[in-house]
């Protein structure tokens, strides 16, 4: 069972920049997708950004296209998610995924890093 832990949240002026990194214990195949998420207080958790561990194909929502950059280390286990150009409405919990397959939904989490955004 791969297990995520999360680093890099904290407290930026709009206009800055965060870097969060997720560091994946455990054996990552190809066959898996690499993703932030985030969820915002009263909101649902929403894809930001994900990564296809073997071709490095990636996704981003539309509301962080252009600001935001997902990559991944395969020798490392780590997938990192660059952000700039940050927005209040960046503010939330910010959580790194694993799908296993394309047939499964995103069922492994790691257990979240505050992002907050002020004006």
């Known amino acids: 069972q791969v297990q995520l832990v999360e680093s890099g949240g904290g407290l930026v002026q709009a206009g800055g920049s965060l870097r969060l990194s997720c560091a994946a214990s455990?054996?990552?195949?190809?066959?898996?997708?690499m993703g932030w998420f985030r969820q915002a207080p009263g909101k649902e958790r929403e894809s930001v950004a994900t990564?296809?561990?073997?071709?490095?194909?990636?996704y981003y929502a539309g509301s962080v296209k252009g600001r935001f950059t997902i990559s991944r280390d395969n020798a490392k286990n780590t997938v990192s998610l660059q952000m700039s150009n940050l927005k209040p409405e960046d503010t939330a919990v910010y959580y790194c995924?694993?799908?296993?397959?394309?047939?499964?939904?995103?069922?492994?989490w790691g257990q979240g890093t505050q992002v907050t955004v002020s004006s």
């Open positions: 995924g694993v799908r296993v397959s394309v047939s499964r939904s995103f069922d492994i």
């Open positions: 455990g054996r990552i195949f190809s066959s898996y997708t």
């Open positions: 990564i296809n561990w073997s071709s490095g194909s990636t």
